[in-house]
Nanobody, 119 residues
């Protein structure tokens, strides 16, 4: 199983970016899909999560600006980031809980994609 993230880049404050992360390989189903981020010198933090039935939760720092969504047919999770701020600068990682069999699941990580917001 592999998770391939894309969509990062350099953007000015107030701008927008859309991250994508697609899972490939053999698995039964994807449960939760998540985006984390890690800024230099800081711990990795959970940004947003979407469950298999579409329920979402966000970190307080991104509520109202970021939107997580999923396309289960494509095994892909998205993160639409609007009104970006310099403090959103970080490496963003996708994470998915994959049901490998009916009775076992495992978490997988994408490779990370850099988001840089200039002031």
């Amino acid at each position: 199983v592999q998770l391939q993230a894309s969509g990062g880049g350099l953007v000015q404050a107030g701008g927008s970016l859309r991250l994508s992360c697609a899972a490939s390989g053999r698995f039964f189903r994807i449960n939760d899909m998540r985006w984390y981020r890690q800024a230099p010198g800081k711990q990795r933090e959970l940004v947003a999560v979407i469950s298999s039935d579409g329920r979402t939760n966000y970190a307080d720092s991104v509520k109202g600006r970021f939107t997580i969504s999923r396309d289960s047919a494509k095994n892909t999770v998205y993160l639409q980031m609007n009104s970006l701020k310099p403090e959103d600068t970080a490496v963003y990682y996708c994470n998915m809980e994959l049901l490998e069999t009916l009775f076992s699941s495992r978490n997988y990580w994408g490779q990370g994609t850099q988001v840089t917001v200039s002031s």
